[in-house]
């Protein structure tokens, strides 16, 4: 076994069968008897997989699809005839034939006696969470009938909230010890902030040195929130101050909607996954009071634009002028969770990122200065609040260099589950809403921008643009109906190869940057695109050894399992279907717009003409989109 | 080395301490072919000396069997059970028994590799052990071509870190492999999935103690001594309100009340057998046998006389479990909590009858639903005690919310 794979601890990770002692091996099917019913499952299946394919309810706490087994939570357990003790079904593979029961009387009181011993550990009231109705602790207490805490009920708090960071709150009260957390950042994010220390009673999640969230190597994906069963980890809650801003008759209330709270906003309100409500949700938004409502696909467009510009330079400036300081593959920058995982554990790459700021960014900037001048308002007055399915997003408006309009150019991020509480708040049903556009000048956005929203989508976006750009041909000769699907797919590593069998005239746009095209010619483009920080490390590690990935030309990087769909502000849960189904409703409305590909945005075109003059990467929008990153390192003081 | 515990020696029995010589059981264990000595360990009826009284041949068999390139061979000398010291006296006075042990079953599994998991307080034993595996070495009993065999076999030595859960054989692993000291799920076992992901044995001292005698003197000898179902000796430690506590090898399947004649115990109300974990046997099932079949044990054997306290003991017992749970699993970690508050309701006569029945429930629950031994076994003694001193606990004073 590789030191690699030993990081987690072996409790905490999938099974290795060995079939040594028993007859049956891998790939075979054994009959087993569930509650007197004869079932048939694959050698190795889990008694919990085998109990909920058969429509067997089990319930679950520690248990969570995304994560590797714990078998910690005990909820779970099950009586198998012939072995003295219960057993957890999540953690107990099927490798003979054996007789399961899962309700019998030792059974459900061993399940009721651990809900009620982690009830009478958790401190706080279920009213003043952020989790009341969104709760297994919560739920279980109802399924298994809890009516008194038989023993006992905590009355005072152990644990101090840790507000310190941007993006997480922790409350230590609230946490049941499911470490899913835990196995989230070190297993699923490879981050590994968290950990359990202390021992027994005194057992509580913790982070290095136990220091507060925002002085360690948080990248603030926000991950553990969308797997804590319980309220004790949750977003860092600007709605109040949003609200004041909106009740301010002072103020100019913008909003700024990404891509993907739109493909998950229905689930708050008890719809299925994979529906998209943009046109419900502008109406929602503007009946909360928020005086404009702006797409930020918008600016993912001008993103494409900025980010693409910058990936010819470098590959001129590398491939024709030979310079060897150009930094390759160039990577995305659009996720502030991976731009802080680079900065905390490989800061010597940091000059491969691209200088462009993220659309949220590059929106805010706009508002506070193009749209202030537009429409005559003092930038002052104005509040950006960004609608955003991440929780790092929180923590990248805040960052100092985040202030090019002169102003904090994005004053708030909120998560899509913290709008759904302020339009539930406001007595809306959003499903039940209106359709209404976005305004302009920052309504019409390309399907580009907004399949930035699933993993592949900036790379889809950047590639319909440069193809287009650099062969002088519609990108739809190369790829059916513009969908460029080497890219898409919730693998998390996918690598690409582009040739480039043709060159075109250079368009207007670029022609004070590059004479002609002629060196790119039967060049093949390299790409990949990466999702999660697990297997960004897995990347970087290639590229750190001169794998076949440091010869990309572009790399994709987003923090988050799925990209931003299956971000740390999305609905609870998140699962790998519920990301499916989310990006199933991304892809189906980028394929319904008039206008798919970034360069082809009228008012992108437009925002060139009229204000960022000296075109994509120029004087202007260097000023305003680019910024710069810090070499944080994995040592804080 | 001179040891202080010499004199704990208090009955040296015919089995383990029968007369060896060093260097004679890899000797014959190296002439013998594999199934021979796993047949031969199998006759003996050789079980867990831990206290779980796992089948030593069957463990070995598993692990023989894994498919693996590396395997290991782990000596679980994390002696931690409250009131158990005969693995100390073992690995000072008889560190060839222990030592030659691990490189039978290594030679027996196909491992190359033993890992002494030592107990942390007995870091000072760890010099003298290492210049006995270093002199082993010079007489070729270890490292390459151990007796111009193809053989090899190397042993290191590993401190704990004071955890109790670390006696648990998996999470023992986790420790040697430098995590957090938490049990893990089983199934896989270590037999297939242990130190590394490799197959691996895990034997308590004592167990591998015997195994050269075994090997030396056949299965049929060993089976001799003991009872059917609990074969050979056992090393016994026995503490508290008596005139002899020591260490003691006597046969499975004597009585306790053989056992406190032997120890000169005068007054005896209540023995707890087994540590912390264990149960406590009151006066008049005194007649109950030390062995597998009844009484199952590590070889704790706490005696307590009329003067105790038995509130007193239980309470301790439990605050030892609240500490030592790893905090892994939820029976453990907060239902231990709670058979301590239960215990000190009772202290205080402020508990009801009602709830400490609700908690003997909860014990049970804990007994079958926790992830290892350790909470498995911890609510052995509030039940156990509760059950057998009825009649002291609840006496006057200690009534209870309900009767007054």
Redesign the interface.
């Known amino acids: 076994m590789k030191k690699d794979e030993l990081r987690t601890p072996v409790s905490q990770r999938p099974h290795v069968i060995e079939s040594t002692h028993v007859e049956k091996g891998i790939g075979e099917n054994v009959s087993v008897f569930i509650n007197d019913k004869k079932i048939t499952v694959p050698f190795g299946t889990s008694i919990l997989d085998a109990c909920r394919e058969n429509q067997i309810h089990v319930p679950t706490l520690c248990h969570h699809p995304d994560l590797c087994i714990a078998g910690t939570c005990r909820i779970c357990v099950v009586e198998v005839e012939g072995m003295r003790t219960l057993q957890t079904s999540c953690s107990f593979p099927i490798t003979a034939p054996i007789k399961i029961h899962t309700s019998t009387p030792m059974v459900r009181k061993a399940r009721r006696h651990i809900v009620d011993l982690l009830l009478s550990e958790h401190y706080g009231e279920c009213y003043t969470c952020v989790r009341n109705n969104n709760c297994e602790l919560q739920s279980l207490a109802k399924e298994y009938g809890v009516d008194e805490y038989m023993f006992g009920h905590v009355t005072e708090s152990r644990y101090k909230v840790d507000k310190s960071s941007y993006s997480v709150v922790r409350d230590m009260d609230k946490c049941i010890l499911c470490k899913r957390c835990v196995r989230t950042c070190i297993d699923l994010q490879e981050v590994g902030v968290l950990e359990a220390i202390d021992r027994g009673y005194e057992t509580h999640i913790s982070t290095f040195m136990e220091k507060p969230l925002a002085d360690v190597i948080c990248i603030n994906c926000g991950q553990c929130i969308n797997r804590c069963p319980t309220g004790a980890l949750k977003a860092n809650d600007p709605s109040d101050e949003i609200w004041e801003a909106i009740d301010d008759p002072t103020k100019h209330v913008v909003m700024q909607t990404a891509p993907s709270p739109r493909a998950a906003i229905g689930e708050m309100f008890g719809q299925e996954p994979g529906k998209s409500f943009t046109g419900e949700m502008n109406t929602a938004l503007r009946r909360i009071g928020f005086d404009k409502v702006f797409d930020t696909n918008f600016t993912a467009d001008l993103t494409i634009m900025e980010e693409g510009t910058e990936l010819i330079k470098r590959l001129y400036s590398a491939l024709v002028k030979k310079d060897k300081s150009v930094a390759l593959p160039q990577f995305t920058s659009c996720s502030p969770g991976w731009v802080k995982y680079l900065e905390h554990f490989y800061p010597d790459y940091i000059p491969n990122l691209s200088s462009a700021k993220s659309p949220q960014q590059m929106f805010g900037a706009l508002i506070k200065t193009f749209y202030a001048q537009e429409e005559g308002i003092d930038p002052k007055d104005i509040v950006c609040v960004a609608l955003m399915p991440c929780a790092a997003k929180k923590f990248e408006c805040n960052r100092p260099e985040m202030n090019s309009s002169g102003f904090k150019d994005v004053d708030y991020g909120l998560t899509t589950r913290e709008m759904g509480k302020m339009i539930m708040e406001a007595g809306i049903l959003l499903p039940e809403m209106p359709q209404s556009h976005f305004d302009n000048p920052f309504g019409d956005a390309s399907g580009a921008g907004l399949i930035f929203g699933a993993t592949g989508g900036v790379m889809e976006a950047a590639l319909r643009t440069v193809l287009e750009l650099v062969t002088g041909e519609k990108v739809e000769n190369f790829f059916d109906r513009a969908n460029i699907t080497p890219v898409r797919g919730f693998e998390g590593i996918k690598y690409a190869e582009v040739p480039v069998t043709k060159v075109g005239p250079v368009p207007e746009i670029l022609k004070n940057l590059i004479p002609n095209w002629d060196w790119l010619k039967d060049a093949t483009l390299k790409v990949a695109v990466v999702h999660g920080t697990a297997n960004a490390k897995k990347v970087m590690e290639d590229i750190k050894a001169g794998g076949k990935f440091s010869e990309c030309h572009f790399i994709e990087f987003m923090a988050c399992p799925g990209g931003c769909l299956g971000g740390g502000g999305q609905p609870i849960p998140t699962t790998e279907e519920i990301r499916k189904k989310r990006a199933q409703a991304i892809y189906s409305e980028d394929e319904s717009l008039p206008v798919r590909k970034s360069h082809e945005n009228e008012h992108v075109v437009s925002l060139y003409d009229k204000f960022l003059t000296d075109g994509p990467c120029g004087e202007i929008s260097h000023k305003l989109l680019h910024t710069h990153y810090i070499k944080r390192g994995k040592f804080i003081v | 080395m001179e040891v202080m515990t010499e004199k704990k020696i208090e009955r040296k029995g015919p089995v383990l301490f029968s007369p060896y010589k060093r260097g004679e059981g890899i000797k014959a264990a190296l002439k013998l072919k594999r199934n021979d000595i796993l047949f031969e360990v199998k006759e003996a009826g050789l079980k867990g000396r831990g206290g779980a009284g796992f089948p030593t041949s069957a463990k070995w068999m598993?692990t023989a069997?894994?498919?693996s390139d590396k395997k290991y061979i782990v000596c679980n000398a994390d002696e931690g059970e409250p009131g158990t010291f005969k693995d100390r006296v073992l690995l000072l006075e008889y560190p060839e028994l222990v030592f030659e042990g691990m490189v039978i079953a290594g030679y027996t599994v196909g491992s190359d590799q033993g890992i002494v998991y030592l107990r942390g307080e007995y870091e000072y034993m760890l010099s003298s052990l290492e210049d006995y595996l270093k002199e082993m070495k010079k007489d070729n009993l270890l490292g390459d071509k151990i007796l111009g065999t193809d053989f090899n076999f190397n042993i290191n030595i590993h401190l704990g870190s004071g955890?109790y859960v670390c006696g648990e054989e998996?999470a023992l692993?986790?420790s040697l492999?430098g995590?957090?000291g938490?049990?893990?799920?089983r199934?896989?076992y270590p037999v297939?999935?242990g130190f590394?992901?490799?197959?691996t044995v895990v034997n308590n001292v004592e167990t591998l103690s015997s195994v050269p005698h075994i090997i030396t003197k056949s299965g049929e000898w060993f089976k001799k001594h003991g009872t059917d179902k609990s074969t050979g000796s056992k090393l016994f430690s026995v503490s508290g309100d008596c005139n002899k506590p020591g260490v003691y090898e006597l046969p499975w399947g004597t009585t306790i009340k053989e056992l406190l004649k032997l120890v000169e115990a005068k007054d005896t109300k209540a023995v707890q057998v087994g540590g912390a974990s264990g149960v406590c046997v009151p006066v008049n099932q005194f007649d109950r046998k030390l062995g597998f079949e009844d009484l199952a044990t590590g070889g704790s054997i706490m005696i307590f006389n009329k003067k105790r306290d038995m509130l007193k003991v239980l309470k301790n017992f439990m605050e030892f479990f609240?500490?030592?749970?790893?905090?892994?699993?939820?029976?453990c970690?907060?239902?231990?909590?709670?058979l301590l508050?239960g215990t000190e309701m009772i202290e205080k006569g402020t508990h009801t009858f009602k709830y400490i029945n609700?908690l003997k429930?909860?014990g049970k629950?804990m007994?079958?639903?926790?992830?290892c031994g350790l909470g498995?076994s911890s609510p052995n003694s509030f039940i156990s005690i509760l059950d057998n001193f009825k009649e002291e606990i609840f006496s006057s004073g200690r009534n209870g919310g309900d009767k007054k």
């Open positions: 598993l069997a894994a498919k955890a998996t692993i986790e492999e995590h957090r938490e049990p893990r799920n199934p896989p297939n999935t590394m992901g490799c197959p609240v500490e030592e749970s790893c905090g892994q699993c939820t029976p970690r907060i239902g231990n909590v709670k508050e609700t429930e909860l629950t007994q079958v639903a926790s992830k498995q």
